[in-house]
């Protein structure tokens, strides 16, 4: 329920958001206010406008979180943000303290392909360190998201470490937040003390240990040492690379950077199929423990899915994708600091249809590179200790020359408290001596030792007088190499100069560096570890120390040292052995943990007999047992082909023991062949056994159909695919049977070695057989694979090649090649023949001889006359013998390669609309030995928004630029090119819109109607086209007026209608269109007039005035007055013949005089009424007759003779020779005559085929037809059409070949 407030009536909101809304609003006065959003993101602010969102409508968000960067003066920093909402963002960059003004600098850029929002910060700089903030906004909110920039010193002098030391040193903290860890501490060692009273000491001791480790990794933290680049700060790396002294200062090469992190392997494109696996991998410049990898801006974590692995020496990293589908295709990214790569994946169906290769990983050894890198690694650390080790012997020697010029200031100041007067100022400046009134002032280069400079400054405030004024900068003395005299001593002396330079303060002998250290290691009970470090000197000693103990040769411990190299082995680990151990050399350590772990193993001579494949026959048991040790308890599991295996009184059963399993798979099947799996785990770690199970079987069919590779007269070659299940055993023989086709007996071939290929030289010239396969192994004979009809080959030809191309072409030589025919002849191509014709001859000459065909695709013909014209066709040879001939190519000139063209003239654009453009120009001249004729043309257009150039191709001097965005902009230029190259490049003066010219409106119907009819009732629809650009305004009239409010009007691109979907006799009337735009207006009108059939007209009289003519006279229609476009029509029917006949049409009035009035004949009239709609049924009128006296007709007819018709068949037009493809149909024809009608009757090889329902067979009128749906290799062969009746026989044959 909601409550009242005390004393203020106003009600309490339950969410906290709510009341901050309330809140905000008392306090500005708004009814609305902005709505605080939580993002998935952590470090993410959202601002919700809006209460309510659309559906499909978002605010922004970022998908991913801005990494802070890293970066050394004078380098570039680049920020990288992701993105989304709906609609699109606009997205902005501020900094923390002040704005980004500087554009030159900083650049804002948008990748379209990864659609990141980028920020580049160029030649950074000390002043650029700052937080810097992504702003996404759009009208229903606004998100941010923060980053900080850190700026590392450049250091180019030694003497400057200090000060990196003194900005890096993570021990200085806040007083008050060290005093608050404190107490934390205090209290959580408490309550570990209290809750966990009965703990060893050693385990309190190892989480006091973690809890100390924990503490320092927070303290890093807050004092910014964290993030990507953590593993060259944190402690205890540094400790393992023997980066920290016994004092804990860093001791490093003269130009101290943090090494940038940089892919040395990048990542490679991957293509794989569905449902496979598909790798990426890279290697890095120095270690590091995890990078990130991105996918279409979502950050991939490890999983099922993702498998995401890291070598032992932190610099390969790998990524898995598991089960790749479609939706895995994209762009993978791998992130480390500032540096990152990717590669993009392609996911194929089928890689083999696809033409591509599988392609995954860095196709290289990484180890090698990772060797090298670490070789590379070490010498640059070697290098830096040497250049440390010499700047320190030259800083040796120098403070023995300051010491030597100290003691020489004592004597010049004065000895056992002796003061001298000073009579003049002093003032020391470097290399300079100036002299003023009472002021004496030194100022020079750093100074290191305290102690000298405390005296100095004693000293000259000691000899100073009352007014003089001595002025001394805290650590500063003379500069290095200065020669300034002193002139410190009394008036009477003469000046004494300084002898000796002036030299830096001493950097620190770094002494012994370890060039590298230890890692933490497991080890297993009862075998040996192994520690092992280098130092940067061979002549020094080191001592090693255990848990803070110092260890020393024995049984257990083997201490040895290489050279720089030393090294423990802790021989037979034992559980007591594990700790901290540490190595320490002239104040240098490094240590690392040992953990000794009894995991579960196995002994190696039981895993080599267990990993042994065991075969069995079907129906006998597998038993597996393998013996094991560890800490206990142990888990034990089985697998087969990755399933766990459960005790199954049927089929299976597991024996688990302390040290020992036993597994036993009872009356194994062939289906339970494969991989065998036992997995064992304790806590201290997991391990696993696999072997193999093959249960033995007979093997499966061969696998069909036989594929015929070969088919020649003398042999058949035909292949086939193995068994898929060999049942455990391989293939040893096959055995072949043969039947040939007509036959009912099968002979044994023999048996043959274990390839699926046979070659059959024992056949007949166009025979068919059939043949039986069976696969043999150890254990048994397989089924029987029958193969299809296999034919042995006749004298086919292969079919012409595709016609040669014309690689090259010179004054004395012309190269050719081609492609081979797609169909051999079913036989194997022995060569070409190539011919070649002069133009304007008709003898073709052979290049080779016929009895030499050319063996390669390519031939170089150097029988040419320079400056002639020659086409080529070529014919494959195959074993039966040559082919037909290609088609010839184009004519070629022989002479030498040519000159490219020039650039095109008057380039101009001659039509242009909203969707397309047409360009013209004229071909470039031709100037001999410079430009050539232009033999095609180039055509390139680019969006004025895109960078890239699309090129089109074409021979003419026209082209039609197509698909274009309305109101787009865009560049044109046009590249001539011929046979010698490209010519130069014409480009448009200006950028074509894609917009059409003015255009007045124009009617475009080639015969627009201006009167139409519709019958009441019916649909009136009046569509007239139009071209006008820009588009025109419509406007519709009705008789002058507005059209009524039931006529619905539609208007399009180019066209306007008007509809009256049920008409009535009042929308008759004239229609207007006025279309109008900025270039003028057009207008057009049509009558539409809606009627219906006419009513008939009255009755009908007729009277005689004149013999010889009737008036004919009749009511008018009741139509009449409602259309006055209705009109009549007069028929007449004379009585001796018998059909109407139109003696007046479009009659007005009610009468007509009809003449020719015949007498002794009948007549009868009809009126019809007619308008433009139709005729309406006629009114007739009475029989017309005139008496006259008939004469009587007589007929003769001839007499006939009969005649013999009866002849024998005879075949009037014969079969012809047919080819047909394979897989089509084929139809046979022919004519045959006879009397009475013969018997028809086909047969093909002697085999009658009217009763076979594979030939659809007719017989009309004596053209004899068959039809052969679907012509194979069977349906070849000579086919015979016999007609037969009483009079005699006839018969016709023809040929039947099919082609591939």
Known sequence: M???????????????????????????????????????????????????????????????????????????????????????????????????????????????????????????????????????????????CSAVLHVTDMLTDPSDFRKLLRKTNINILDEKQTEKTKERDERYSDTLQRDYKGLETKDMHLMHMKMEEKRQQELKCQNGLGGPMDHWTNEDSEKKNGLVSGGGCLKNSENFTIPQLDFVVKLQEAVTEEKDTALFECVLTHPQPKITWMSKGNVLEDGEKYQISVSDHQMIHRLLIQDCSDQDKGVYSAVVGTASCEAALDVE?????????????????????????????????????EAVKAKHDAEE??????????????????????????????????????????????????????????????????????????????????????????????????????????????????????????????AIIGETAELTCKLSKEDCEGVWFRDGEKIITDDTFIISKDGAIHKLLIVKCQEEHSGKYRFEADNRKTEAVVNVKDPPRFAPEDL?????????????????????????????????????????????????????SRLLLSRCQRRDSGEIKIKLKNEHGTTEAITQLVVLDKPTTPLGPAEMTLSSATCIEFKWR?????????????????????????????????????RDTNVDRGRKYCYRIRAMTSEGVSGVLETEDLQAGILAFPSAPAPPKVVSAFDDCINLSWTAPSDTGGSQIIGYIVEKRKKGSNLWNGVNA????????????????????????????????????????????????????????????????????????????????????????????????????????????????????AMDMYWVRVIATNDGGEGQIEDLPNYVLAMPPLVRPKFTNKKMKTFVVVRAGNTVRVTINFEASPPPDITWLKDNGPVPKRVTVSNSDGASQILIPLSERSDTGIYSILVKNLAGQETFSTEVRVTDDPKPPGPVEIEENVPGTVQVTWQPSPDEKLDDRLHYTISKLDSTKHTWTTVADRLFNNKFTVCNIMPGREYHFRVYAKNDMGVSAPSESLTWAV????????????????RDLRCAPDFTVPLKLHAAPKGYECHMSCAVTGNPKPRITWYLNHVNLNTNTNYYISNTCGVCSMMILNVGPKDVGKYTVTAENALGRSECSTMLSVRE
């Open 1187 to 1202: 008496g006259r006296k008939k004469e009587k007709l007589s007929l003769i007819l001839p007499n006939r003779e009969e």
């Open 608 to 660: 080599s007999a267990f990993t042994e494949p065991l075969r069995i026959k079907v129906g006998h048991n597998a038993v597996f047992k393998l013996n094991f040790l560890g800490f206990e308890p142990i888990k034990i599991k089985w697998y087969r082909e990755g399933e766990e295996l459960h005790d199954d009184a049927s089929s299976t059963r597991i024996d688990k023991s302390t040290n020992c």
């Open 850 to 965: 016929s009895i030499e065909p050319i063996k390669e695709k390519k031939c170089a013909v150097k029988d040419v006359v320079a400056g002639l014209e020659y086409e080529f066709r070529v014919s494959a040879v195959n074993l039966s013998g040559p082919g037909e001939f290609s088609i010839p190519c184009d004519f070629v000139f022989a002479r030498d390669p040519k000159k490219p063209p020039g650039k095109v003239i008057g380039l101009k654009v001659t039509e242009r609309s909203y969707n397309h453009f047409v360009l013209t120009w004229t071909k470039p001249k031709d100037k001999p030995d410079i430009e050539d004729e232009a033999k095609g043309y180039f055509v390139e257009i680019r969006n004025a928004q895109c960078l890239e150039w699309s090129r089109n191709f074409t021979i003419t001097t026209t082209y039609t630029v197509k698909g274009l965005r």
């Open 2 to 144: 909601l409550k009242r407030a005390k004393g203020s009536g106003r009600k309490i909101c339950f969410s906290l958001v709510h009341q901050y809304i309330q809140h905000f609003n008392e306090r500005a006065g708004n009814k609305s206010a902005a709505i605080r959003r939580r993002s998935k993101i952590p470090g993410v602010v959202i601002t919700q406008y809006t209460v309510s969102i659309p559906e499909g409508k978002s605010y922004p968000d970022f998908k991913r979180k801005l990494n802070p960067v890293h970066v050394q003066e004078g380098n570039s920093a680049v920020f990288k943000a992701l993105v989304v909402g709906e609609p699109k963002p606009e997205v902005t960059w501020k900094r923390g303290r002040g704005s980004i003004l500087d554009k030159e600098k900083s650049q804002t850029k948008y990748d379209e392909s990864t659609g990141e929002y980028i920020l580049e910060i160029h030649d950074v700089m000390g002043e650029d360190a700052d937080t810097y903030k992504c702003i996404a906004v759009n009208e229903y909110g606004k998100a941010l």
């Open 349 to 385: 169906a089928d890689l083999e249809a696809a033409g591509k290769k599988k392609t995954g990983g860095a196709g290289m050894d990484l180890e090698e590179v990772v060797k090298q890198q670490q070789i590379k690694n070490q010498k640059e650390t070697e290098r830096i200790l």
């Open 397 to 522: 020697l120098t403070r023995r020359k300051t010491e030597e010029l100290t003691r020489r200031k004592t004597d010049t100041f004065g000895k056992d408290g002796e003061i001298f007067s000073l009579t003049g100022s002093v003032k020391y400046s470097g290399d300079d001596v100036n002299h003023s009134e009472n002021d004496v002032q030194f100022s020079g280069s750093d100074v290191h030792d305290a102690n000298d400079s405390n005296v100095l400054k004693s000293t000259l405030v000691a000899l100073s007088p009352s007014k003089q004024q001595v002025k001394v900068n805290d650590e500063r003395l003379w500069n290095e190499d200065s020669e300034a005299e002193e002139v410190i001593g009394l008036a009477t002396q003469p000046r004494r100069k300084r002898i000796g330079p002036l030299i830096e303060d001493a950097v620190i002998d770094p002494g012994v560096q370890f060039i590298w250290g230890f890692a933490d290691i497991n």
């Open 722 to 758: 193995p068994p898929k299940d060999d049942g455990g055993s391989p293939v040893i023989n096959y055995i072949m049977e043969r039947q040939q086709i007509g036959r009912n007996t099968w002979k044994k071939v023999g048996e043959i070695p274990g390839v699926p290929f046979y």
